[in-house]
């Protein structure tokens, strides 16, 4: 090594020499690292302050509409969503018989429950067939108490469709409404289902990768990605995780529930 830096200096120019200096710090045997280059990426703010709504189809809902059209089967009967019944509508169609919409609050035209997910006690148990809880979960401090009240209301048999953000941008209108208060893995996900559910009726998945990760991240629509790059998948980049949980027809040991129907106030509850 020392023969090669003095056999450079007495046949480099002295700006030759100082450029190499620049570029590696020494005459090295070691690759030196590419540089990166962000292009329109290299900002503080996103390209989009709406999470991709205002260009297209968000990353997070691309991988959220294929979890719900991978289990459409499963949305039918009573359904329950929470919000507005865009998804019940979209994926379960004529296999729906009633469609019921959960808000905390008043002041939604398409509510027709409600309630507090934490406790719900308006809705008597075993009333739906199905409940679709996407990004619903972690605007709730107490997600515990919000699956218990889901297994209960769910009928023996019945399906809750859940999904969760893993890597995401903070919703600022939850935030500043109600709350924003988790992100969860795919392990974390699995044990408060299976806290509630059978084992063997959890099926939890992910979608995303490091490249739907940085675009959703800066607000670029799913179209902007190709195809390839929306649907790999890499488990140490969890954008959406995906819960699939039934309530058995018969509960096993240990997960025995007291399901004491509880009435309706028709002041609060639409049926």
């Known amino acids: 090594m020392k023969s090669i830096k003095a056999a450079a200096k007495r046949t480099l120019p002295k700006g030759a020499r100082r450029w190499l200096r620049h570029q590696a710090g020494t005459l090295s045997l070691s690759p030196t690292v590419a540089w990166i280059h962000f292009g329109r990426l290299r900002r503080l703010t ?3 302050q709406f999470a991709g709504f205002d260009r297209g189809q968000p990353v997070d809902r691309y991988y959220i509409e294929a979890f719900l059209a991978r289990y459409a089967s499963d949305i039918r009967g009573r359904v ?3 919000g507005d019944d865009t998804y019940t509508r979209q994926f379960g169609g004529q296999q729906v018989v009633q469609s019921d919409v959960l808000s905390p609050s008043p002041g939604n035209p398409s509510t027709t429950i409600i309630a ?5 006690e308006v809705i008597p148990s075993e009333t739906f067939d199905c409940v679709v809880l996407t990004q619903t979960l972690q605007v709730i401090y107490d997600m ?3 699956l218990r009240t889901v297994h209960r209301i769910l009928k023996p048999g019945g399906v809750v469709l859940a999904t969760f953000s893993g890597i ?3 919703s600022r209108y939850d935030m500043d409404r109600w709350g924003e208060f988790w992100r969860v893995t795919t392990l974390s996900a699995r044990r408060l ?4 559910f059978p084992p063997t009726g959890v099926e939890v998945d992910y979608y995303g990768n490091v490249v739907s990760a940085v675009a959703f991240l800066h607000g670029l629509a799913a179209h902007e990605l190709r195809q390839e790059e929306l649907d790999h998948h890499d488990p140490d980049y969890e954008v959406v995780i995906t819960v699939r949980a039934t309530r058995p027809a018969r509960e096993p040991n240990g997960y025995a529930q007291e399901h004491t129907t509880l009435p309706a106030s028709p002041s609060t509850m639409t049926i």
């Open 168 to 170: 995401s941008r903070i």
């Open 46 to 48: 996103p390209v989009s």
């Open 80 to 82: 329950l969503e929470i």
């Open 116 to 120: 507090d997910l934490t406790s719900a």
């Open 193 to 196: 289902f299976e806290e509630r």
């Open 144 to 146: 515990p108490a919000a």
